[in-house]
């Protein structure tokens, strides 16, 4: 039997990048412009849990985060057309990155350290993995993450643009790249 492979337009896309970057919130934004579903791994897996993110990893653990992260992923990057984004230590299991990359279109949303941390305020209350750690401690993990990020097809570097400017600015290039590319 033959398997067709998936069209660039078919593919999902995957947002990825540090906590905090935006990828909830342009996510969302860029699967409205497309008319597409959206789906935020981090509140899949609030729902299988029943319970926030935060309380995930007090009540059960981070292990047992990750691994509901990783089925998650598996799940839905294997999906056509859809706008996925994920939560931002995803990246760092190397099963997650093999199926997204392999089955998605990727987009990386970078931010420079010195912008980051001027949104630090608006994350420590949800964000656990950030819970107790001193800014050094922050900017080692940022940096660490780096690598990992790497791994993509497209990158946006997140300036002052607001969510909507950065949304229609990526909705604008994927539309070129399926019309250069197809
Ligand atoms: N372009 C932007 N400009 C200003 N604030 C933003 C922008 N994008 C996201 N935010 C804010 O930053 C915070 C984190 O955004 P979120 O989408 O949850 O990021 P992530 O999913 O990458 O952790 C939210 O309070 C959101 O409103
Ligand atoms: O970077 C991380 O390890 C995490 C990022 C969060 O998602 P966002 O990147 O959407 O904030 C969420 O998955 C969890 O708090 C762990
Ligand atoms: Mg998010």
Redesign the pocket.
Known sequence: MMIKEKSLREKSIVFI?????G??TIGRLVAQNLYRSFI???EQ?EKKFQMP??DV?KLLGEPA?REK?KELVNKYANQSLKVI??????F?QEEIRDVCLNNCTVFYLDMPWDSWKERIHL?MA????LQGRSLEDIEELFYS?QAAYASHHSKVTIGKDSPEEIADYITNSLKTAWKLYE
Request: a negative charge.
């Open positions: 990048g540090f906590m905090g970057v990828k909830t935020d791994i981090d897996i993110v935060p990893f985060f992260e984004s994920l939560g931002g230590g995803a760092m994350l949800d964000r656990p993995v993450r």
